[in-house]
């Protein structure tokens, strides 16, 4: 696990550099939205996207500036999704990985702008011809990440967590809205190297079924998180679910079963990958770390 | 006139029909996503930058169904920007043509993912195959949407507008201002016929001139509707830029300085029409109506 974490941390640098390039900070009066972008965005969080994005690359020796260009666009997609999240109207959070939200450090307007400029850039970072010479790939991660980050994907499972407020869910209907509110944009970083590296269908569905029981499990671990972890580790506010009366996998089958659940879903994520012998130990790393880590 | 408001009312209504099909109704329990969606979208705008796109691809012969699908694309962007902006946050708007702002209809949270969803929504058609059997046009087209509507272009010019409550800008500052905050979408929504046609660059940049003066002229014609617009004909609050303080093309030239004006940069645009003879005559047309419209 150890070696795992430093391998972690490399991408993380190497994607905090890539993100950091992508918004060089300017005098011009509209300056505030480039630093809320960049405070959204460079505050050091795992990266755990990113790196999905890298090794399912590394699988097809997509080209290294590439596969970081598909990288944090998927990561700004994600931050962005985390800005609009915290906003009063939604989930009202003040402190993220430890830190000021975007509209206490700043204000909801440029939150809300902020958010909505880092989604926009996602989509401009993979159509530019940086990305990939071959405008078929460039035009396919735009439009997987898009399907993923919607209406029927992370967007629609936002609604669908701001609609469950009011109503109690079953694990099935539990299941569905972790799948679209954070199982797709997980769906979508395995298959972006298959994507750049113009892998075949059946690679492309073993990454995506690794995808699958790995967004899962780690929605688990994270719902774990929220009932055992400490506030100070974490980095964000615990309890919360509970105090909101939300129902949880772990409200649901108790922390025991949960976590039971949670690894063994992890188990099945890494059996998906057979098919790519040892090429596919960082994924495998990941899936044991996904449920194992402690924040 | 009277012929070429039916035209545009004949191109709204088969922009209106492609938009519908977009967002179909379902069941599932974030169902009232959608319904806001089609709340934003379905309204019953002008329509004109989809005139734009449908125009300008009508010069290189571009087939229908595919100028439709970028003209609802760049729609879309549009409809999710007023939405975002009417927020409390942000201008704190009820009304809009005329009926109640989305977060009045359904609520804020609501609001804000019906604008996240809309602009994913807007890529994921521009990069579908449906749009062009040439990828690199789906590409192209993506990249030339997202750099107008990101942070350097009409997300970049809200936070110039939101900065400039408490600046008083000058001339060169608000007409940088509004190339970002309204130029850069309607130059794309001029280029995207160009983009789909395969044109030359010299076409390309033909529209693109066209769209820049034809931007300036349109705005500077919202401006004065603020001050001589009757709110129920205009069917938003008027004369909020007064109220606010805001310093407009209007308040800076005076009316009659301002229309001249107007007239001088639509009258530009329309020079810009040259190379493409009688075929550019509904831009013609569209460039005559936009300093002339009553709402």
Redesign the interface.
Known sequence: MPDFKKLLMENAEAVNEALDKFFPMHD???G???EA?RYSTLDGGKRIRPFMVMASAGLFNVRQSSALRAAAAIEMVHC?SLV?DD?P??DDDELRRGQPTCHIKF????A??A???L???A??V????ATHD???V???L??A???A???EGM??????D???EH?TLMIP?ITRLQR?KTGMLIAVSCEAGAILGKATEGARHALHAFAHDLGLAFQIADDLLDVEGDENTVGKKTGKDIAAGKKTFVTLLGIERAREQAQMLADQAADHLEVFAEKADSLRQLADFVVKRRN
Chains 1, 2 share one sequence.
């Not at 993979?126 to 011809?129: G, N, R, V, W």
């Not at 967007?155 to 669908?160: K, N, R, S, W, Y």
């Open positions: 011009d009066p509209e505030q939205l480039i972008m962005y609009h906003l109207a939604m204000n909801e307007a440029t809300i702008l958010g909505d400029a989604l926009t850039k989509f401009e993979l159509s530019d011809e071959d405008p078929k460039r035009a396919d735009v439009l990440l898009a399907r980050a919607g209406a967007v629609g499972g936002q609604m669908l701001l609609v469950a109503h209907e679209m």
